[in-house]
């Protein structure tokens, strides 16, 4: 197991659609998107029980929602947690879209 100091770093997978923490090379977690039309839609984030109460899931979606900014795109909150996060989090406000049942079904579609 990982050491609990090791800090965690955040890694953009475009390959499987997702943003990973990892600790000590471990990955602890993942925040999964699909991109559509200049939004990425987040719709599920976890930790690992083995990482759990460390603050790792916040880290991750500050990081993702960092890259989502320095990319010029939107955000579209589906995943509850990064819906969760953003309420607390205003300077992500200016890029962030509201869920609709259009994205729902499209992303339904992009998971199959």
Do not use: N
Not at 9 to 24: F, G, N, Q, W
Not at 62 to 74: H, S, Y
């Amino acid at each position: 197991m990982s050491s609990p100091s090791a800090a965690p770093t955040v890694e953009r997978r475009d390959d499987r659609h997702r943003y990973e923490i990892l600790v000590a090379g471990e990955r602890a977690g993942l925040t999964a998107f699909r991109d559509h039309l200049g939004q990425r839609v987040f719709y599920h984030t976890v930790i690992d029980d083995a990482f759990a109460g460390r603050g790792l899931a916040a880290e991750l979606v500050r990081q993702a929602l960092a890259d989502v900014r320095a990319q010029g795109m939107r955000i579209v909150p589906v995943c509850p947690y990064v819906a969760k996060y953003l309420t607390t989090h205003d300077e992500f406000d200016d890029i962030t879209d509201p869920v609709t049942s259009e994205i729902l079904s499209w992303l339904e579609g992009e998971r199959g």
